[in-house]
């Protein structure tokens, strides 16, 4: 059951779309899933659960022979390929996903899965991040098949045993619908924060199997599948907050129809003359590498703008591929360049010069997909913004009247010691009325052994 979190950030969304008419198809609503003010960031692992295989076969070509050219079946053996390997044709080389016969990866070794990927996660400055938030979502096309278990994963934490996880919600089972019945596609979302918190170290490999897709390629705009787990982490060092805000549903977005808008809101953007920085991730299925004409903009200053990053330009931003700008993701296995239709990116607002695409003091923005050639369903987006708010630093240590610091050494009865508080505000806008409480030990006593009096205490200009 899907648990719906008060929308801080408000999602609604207005599709006219859809893949054999004039409307684009929004089969599940976009929701906030996930929503914090936090200094930390928004990252992920991903990986495509079905790839091309190829049988081993000869090449034919002319070739000379007795003076004369011949026509020969078998000049050149084109090894076969196994889905485990990677697929790294792109643009014009690559094939169209319909023509390639599509089979399960797995690669995990363990006969009880028919089907696994995996994925490094890597979060920066192990020390002193601590992951706040994993979601995990899977989705696939999947025609002709048993769908009593589309709900349901195996997943493997680093050096952990698989485990058996559940839906919390299918967001969307297309399996008979009247727009999205020919390719049946499907997608499922499960909190998985409580088992990756649950880690000592969350870095690793993370293994997804048993994600059930079709096979073959007999299936109009082709097969694809995997997985993808969003994390969201706090780190102090980072140098500001930001708003950070998922969100779920199912659409299809396809060619020649009206485009899909998305608005957001519920933030506020740093005030002149700061820069607005923001970044968005986004997850589709069903994007072909070598078909162009789908599209990604925004509008936060009255005009939409066609958003690209490095590896994924304008007039064909899902191109199955998995990147975090400015790189492709390849901390997986298998580690295509080609995902096959499975398409996942986070990638920074380019907004200079003069925050001419997220002006400052901003309070909303709208997302745009759309498509003049390429078919692609949707299932998750987030946006993240930095954001104006102060942050105090405290720190504590305890010194002897002389000014010796021995914070955390051993001290004798009926010692003398002196409580040194130190505060900073390293955010980004002023405070006030901020109230700092210290609780000391119960066998600590004020000096004159009753109560603390004002000339205990040493304050600061300003504080009281």
């Known amino acids: 059951m899907k648990i719906k979190?008060?929308?801080?950030?408000?999602?609604?969304c207005f599709f006219f779309l859809g893949v054999f008419s004039a409307f684009s198809q929004v089969k599940n609503d976009f929701d906030v899933r996930y929503s914090a003010d936090i200094r930390g960031e928004l990252t992920f692992i991903a990986n495509n659960i079905v790839n091309r295989q190829n049988d081993g076969y000869w090449q034919g070509g002319w070739v000379r022979r007795g003076g004369r050219w011949r026509w020969d079946p078998e000049v050149t053996w084109i090894p076969a390929t196994s889905p485990n390997d990677p697929y790294d044709l792109t643009g014009n080389a690559s094939d169209y996903n319909d023509n390639l016969n599509m089979q399960y990866i797995d690669v995990d070794g363990d006969p009880t899965t028919f089907s696994s990927s995996s994925a490094t996660l890597d979060v920066p400055d192990e020390g002193c991040s601590l992951v706040r938030y994993a979601g995990l979502y899977w989705s696939a096309v999947y025609v002709n098949g048993d769908r009593s278990a589309i709900d349901d994963i195996k997943f493997q934490v680093p050096g952990g045993a698989y485990q058996d996880i559940t839906a919390d919600e299918i967001l969307f089972d297309g399996d008979g619908d009247a727009d999205f019945g020919y390719y049946?596609?499907?997608?499922?979302?499960?909190?998985?924060?409580?088992?990756?918190?649950?880690?000592?170290?969350?870095?690793?490999?993370?293994?997804?199997?048993?994600?059930?897709?079709?096979?073959?390629?007999?299936?109009?705009?082709?097969?694809?599948?995997?997985?993808?787990?969003v994390v969201v982490y706090e780190n102090p060092n980072l140098p500001g907050s930001k708003y950070i805000t998922t969100f779920d549903g199912y659409a299809g977005i396809a060619s020649a129809a009206p485009d899909v808008d998305i608005p957001v809101s519920g933030f506020t953007t740093l005030p002149a003359p700061f820069q607005v920085n923001a970044?968005?991730?986004?997850?589709?299925?069903?994007?072909?590498?070598?078909?162009?004409?789908?599209?990604?903009?925004?509008?936060?200053?009255?005009?939409?703008?066609?958003?690209?990053?490095?590896?994924n330009p304008a007039n064909n931003f899902f191109n199955s591929n998995i990147t975090i700008d400015p790189n492709i993701f390849t901390a997986r296995n298998p580690n295509s360049l080609n995902t096959l239709g499975w398409d996942v990116d986070l990638f920074p607002v380019t907004n200079v010069p003069n925050n001419n695409v997220i002006p400052?003091?901003?309070?909303?923005?709208?997302?745009?997909?759309?498509?003049?050639?390429?078919?692609?369903?949707?299932?998750?987006?987030?946006?993240?913004?930095?954001?104006?708010?102060?942050?105090?630093?405290?720190?504590?240590?305890?010194?002897?009247?002389?000014?010796?610091?021995i914070t955390g050494q051993g001290v004798n009865l009926g010692q003398t010691l002196d409580y040194v508080l130190s505060f900073q505000n390293i955010g980004n806008d002023d405070v006030d009325g901020y109230v700092i409480r210290d609780v000391l030990p119960v066998n600590v006593s004020p000096p004159n052994g009753v109560d603390f009096v004002d000339s205990d205490f040493v304050l600061p200009t300003g504080v009281t």
């Open 279 to 311: 970044n968005i991730a986004i997850a589709a299925l069903e994007g072909d590498n070598r078909i162009g004409g789908d599209g990604l903009q925004i509008n936060a200053n009255g005009s939409f703008t066609p958003l690209s990053s490095t590896l």
């Open 360 to 405: 400052n003091d901003a309070t909303s923005a709208v997302l745009r997909l759309s498509s003049t050639q390429d078919k692609y369903d949707v299932f998750f987006t987030s946006f993240d913004v930095e954001i104006i708010e102060p942050n105090i630093v405290l720190e504590k240590k305890v010194n002897t009247p002389g000014g010796v610091d």
């Open 5 to 12: 979190s008060t929308p801080i950030l408000l999602l609604a």
């Open 184 to 229: 049946s596609p499907y997608a499922c979302y499960a909190d998985v924060t409580a088992i990756v918190t649950g880690l000592a170290n969350p870095d690793g490999d993370y293994f997804v199997a048993n994600v059930n897709a079709s096979s073959g390629s007999s299936i109009s705009g082709g097969i694809s599948g995997g997985w993808t787990m």
